[in-house]
Every structure is written in C-alpha cells, then in structure tokens.
C-alpha cells in the first residue's frame, strides 16, 4: 500500500508533470486592440478572463456537485477507515484518500490556467493575422489553424470540467486486503489525469500550427517564440 502511495507521487512537481513553464507562452508582439471587443467575433484578451472566470466557478460548482452525490460513500470510507487498527496503515491510507483529493483541486485549477495562456496566445495570432489580411495577404490557411486551435482548447475544457467533476473513494474491504483496494482507484485517477493531459497536448499543439502558419507569411517579421509541444510532453520555445 506504500507502493501504491509512492505512485501517486504527492511530491510532484506541476509544471514538471504538466510541461508548463510559466514563460513558454510568450509572443514578441502585443496590442492595445488586444484587449477591445471584437466585431469579428474573434476571441479577446477580456474574452479570456471571461472565460477563467467562469472555469472557475464551473470547476467549483461541479466539485460541490461531486461530493454531494458520493456522500454516502465517504462517509463509508470514514467509518471503515477508523476500524483499521494498524496505525501506520490507517495513517497511510487517510493521506492517500486527502492527496487525490488535493492533487485533482490543484491540477484542475493549474489545468485552467494552462488554457488561459493558450488563449492568450491565440488571440495574439489572430491579431496578427487581421494585420496580414489587410495588407492583402491570402491568411486562409492561417484562419483554418486558428479556428481548429479554438476547437482544441474548448475540448480541453470540456476534459477539465469532466475532470472536476470526479470524485474517487476507496472501498475499504478488510484490513488484510487494503493495497487491493487502494491501488485501481489510484490507477483510475492517473489514467483520468492522463486523458485530460493528451487533451491539453492537442490544444498545445493546435495552437502552434497556427503560429507556424503565421510565421510563414510574416517571414522575418512573424514573433519569435511559441508554445511548442514536445513528445514528453513538455514545452519548448521554438
């Protein structure tokens, strides 16, 4: 069972984890414009922290919902938990059950901020792009990359919220029998983390072919740094 605990890894370091660096989503270039409404219907920077916000709330509310509908089974958990009479397992057991709790909170919350720099990073290159196009540049290209990153990002959204939304209990059985018991839930919620993470990939990935088109018509004049999503997972400027 201390194997198990070990796997979770409590200790982790979440950029390390997630390939976040707090100065990856850099472009050389900002505007004042950035931060108006746009007529276009494009997404802006106001648009952003719009949309943190309500990830937040949504992340909270669907947390809340969460623990109401398996209050039972915790409170379950709690009781079978103060039977075990081993107090090294007990004590063990208890922290597992409290950092899936707290590593899910915090990488739900850190996951959202992910999105929010992706976001930002677009609207930036789509600032650019309208630049282009009214000098007379052909920026269809640019516009498809642009619209299938916006897509990327809002399904790595839809797998936060999912995310958010789960809980997971450990059905205590017998004492003789606790690592079998611990180890599919840490299993389930590292293969959850994993889903949500290939889906942050994606959008990673999606938003830098978008950049890669931009820099193809801006030449030398294009920013020169963007998200760039390696096969570990991590990020790189480029």
Do not use: C
């Amino acid at each position: 069972m201390v194997l198990a605990a070990n796997n979770l890894a409590p200790q982790a370091n979440l950029s390390k984890v997630l390939g976040v660096q707090s100065s990856t989503y850099v472009l050389s270039e900002t505007d004042e414009n950035d931060q108006e409404s746009s007529e276009s219907g494009h997404i802006t920077l106001e648009d952003v922290r719009s949309k943190r916000l309500k990830a937040l709330e949504e992340a909270k509310k669907r947390h809340e919902n969460a623990l109401e509908r398996v209050k039972d089974s915790r409170e379950r958990f709690k009781e079978r938990l103060e039977k075990i009479k081993d107090e090294h397992k007990h004590n063990v057991l208890e922290n597992i059950d409290e950092k899936i709790t707290e590593h899910n909170t915090r990488w739900v919350n850190h996951w959202n901020g992910v999105l929010d720099r992706l976001r930002e990073v677009l609207v930036k290159i789509q600032t650019l792009t309208d630049r282009a196009e009214d000098t007379g540049k052909d920026v269809g290209a640019i516009k498809a990359k642009i619209a299938a990153a916006n897509t990327a990002i809002e399904s790595a959204q839809a797998a936060i919220n999912m995310q958010a939304s789960k809980t997971y209990v450990i059905n205590i059985s017998v004492e003789s029998n606790l690592r079998e018991d611990v180890e599919p839930v840490i299993q389930q919620f590292k293969l959850d983390v994993k889903t949500v993470l290939n889906s942050i990939k994606t959008a990673r990935t999606a938003v830098h072919e978008a950049f890669k088109s931009l820099r193809d018509i801006h030449g030398n004049d294009a920013p020169k740094t963007s998200p760039v999503a390696t096969e570990s997972g991590e990020i790189e400027d480029e």
